[in-house]
């Protein structure tokens, strides 16, 4: 496949998009940078001590941009149990090196069972372990998200991308305010949804959310054909990774408005493509 954009190209947009804004900070041995302090999770994960709990692929939304391999209706069980557990084994191997989790899927809020689970199994091995949920928002109330705080999870993040920048959706934030220490959107930085984004910007900062998170698209089997743009690669052999290009270019966009805007929460700059690779 010829691709129409290199990954130097998209490197020295980068450069010089990050050269107009001098505030940028930059976390250690990850890629990210960030308009101001950055949540706990962020943090854990810039320290390359985290861990992605998988509680199965099922999702309540189908969205064109997901690079998991998720599916709606209920399936796969055994595999998905399977999975569960060969990531709690993941977990005793590494526990010294692991401190906090973040609880994904699929949509995680189908599996509050499953999570009611893992949370007190994880504990019993590592007491101090820092939680945090990702979820598209869409089944989220105010009874869901207790049992998450309950269970002693005090980071959410929500992905209203899933939803179209639903305004329902949008209005939860407000009740993880009330809950959680720790409120951010995370959401991939998708051209096509540029405008849903930048008109719900606002609604992020009337809710109070501590960081908004800019995914760069990943491209892979599960979402190549399905969006739209142009790709480019990053990086060689085992290390290789397919992104949309002009992703990183909208992150950088949102950025200088939110600091224009003056709007209090950090925006963070979140690529796949440099995972634990030394800047
Ligand atoms: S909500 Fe998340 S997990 Fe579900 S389809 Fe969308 S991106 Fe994938």
């Known amino acids: 496949m010829e691709l129409k954009y290199t990954e ?28 101001g302090p950055i949540i706990e999770g962020c943090r854990i994960c810039t320290e390359m001590k985290s861990m992605s709990f998988v509680m199965g692929y099922r999702c309540n939304a189908e969205c064109d ?5 998720c599916y709606v209706w209920p399936k796969y069980d055994e595999d998905e149990k ?18 906090g989790i973040g609880l994904s899927g699929g949509e995680t809020l189908i599996y509050l069972d ?33 049992v998450l705080k309950d269970l002693g999870v005090e980071e959410i993040r929500f992905n209203l991308a899933a939803s179209d920048y639903s305004p329902a959706v949008i209005n939860k934030l ?27 910007l606002g609604k992020m900062q009337y809710h109070k959310i501590d960081q908004l998170n800019l995914q760069e698209l990943l491209i892979n089997n599960n979402n190549f054909d399905k969006i ?17 290009y002009g992703s990183r270019k909208l992150t950088y966009e ?23 690779r030394i800047e």
């Open 254 to 276: 949102i950025i200088e408005t939110c600091l224009d805007r003056g709007y209090s929460f950090t925006v963070n700059d979140c690529s796949a493509s440099r995972f634990g």
């Open 82 to 99: 399977y999975n569960r557990s060969a990531c709690f084994k993941e977990f005793k191997r590494n526990k010294d090196n692991i401190d």
């Open 8 to 35: 130097e190209q998209v490197l020295d947009e980068l450069k010089k998009a990050r050269s107009r804004i001098p505030s940028l900070i930059f976390h250690g041995s990850y890629q990210a940078a960030s308009t």
């Open 65 to 69: 941009f997901c690079f998991a391999p």
């Open 114 to 146: 499953e999570i009611k689970d893992y949370v007190n199994k994880i504990r019993e091995e590592k007491q101090n372990i820092y939680f945090w949920v990702y979820t598209n928002g869409i089944e989220a109330n105010k009874q869901n998200l207790k």
């Open 174 to 200: 407000g009740i993880a305010r009330e809950l959680f220490k720790y409120v951010a959107v995370e959401v991939p930085s998708y051209p096509e949804q540029k405008d849903k984004l930048i008109n719900n």
């Open 228 to 244: 739209k743009g142009e790709i480019y690669q990053s990086g060689i052999m085992f290390a290789k990774k397919y992104f949309l």
